[in-house]
């Protein structure tokens, strides 16, 4: 399958699931700060936070804004949507920051800028990362603009 092919059929089985069409998605990462505990995920709750997986699906539809977790043999099946809020009841601030990952098995670290976005809603707080200055690597490879669709998200949760 092409690459720009899995994209189309995430955002297809995305709006498949929800019954409404996809208008912007982006991909998001539990935060550093933004714990999963296992304990929690094994009997169920209702918080967000606890459900994310580290890949998930951020995704705005005309009426409502989306959490899905990814999952599958290569992380990028729609598993189970986590959160659907709707857009008058959700909030979404966004600041740019600086990560860090160490890989124990090489012993080296790796930086990047990521956009850390809270999502605020009725009983939510919730911080996830998505990955910044991606665009030239997502728009040559599968055909897609995230920073584009995050605008798109920020203008429909916080109408400005």
């Keep these: 399958m092409a690459r720009t092919g899995i994209i189309e059929k995430i955002r297809q089985t995305v709006a498949d699931r929800s019954g409404e069409p996809v208008l912007a998605a982006v991909f998001v990462h539990r935060g550093p700060k933004t714990g999963s505990n296992g304990l929690k995920r094994l009997f169920g709750t209702k918080n967000p936070a606890s459900r994310l997986n580290t890949n998930n699906y951020l995704v705005l539809t005309p009426h409502h804004l989306r959490l899905?977790?990814?999952?599958?043999?290569?992380?990028?099946?729609?598993?189970?949507?986590?959160?659907?809020?709707?857009?008058?009841?959700?909030?979404?601030?966004?600041?740019?920051?600086?990560?860090?990952?160490?890989?124990?098995?090489?012993?080296?670290?790796?930086?990047?800028?990521?956009?850390?976005?809270?999502?605020?809603?009725?009983?939510?707080?919730?911080?996830?990362?998505?990955?910044?200055?991606?665009?030239r690597e997502f728009v040559g490879v599968f055909g897609m603009d995230p920073e584009s669709d995050l605008r798109v998200i920020l203008h429909a949760t916080n109408g400005a």
């Excluded at 977790?69 to 740019?96: F, H, S, Y």
């Design 68 to 135: 899905y977790a990814l999952g599958g043999r290569n992380a990028m099946t729609p598993k189970e949507e986590i959160a659907a809020w709707p857009l008058g009841q959700v909030c979404i601030e966004a600041n740019d920051v600086d990560r860090s990952a160490f890989f124990n098995t090489t012993m080296s670290s790796y930086d990047y800028a990521a956009h850390q976005l809270r999502i605020l809603a009725p009983d939510v707080d919730l911080l996830v990362d998505m990955m910044a200055d991606t665009e």
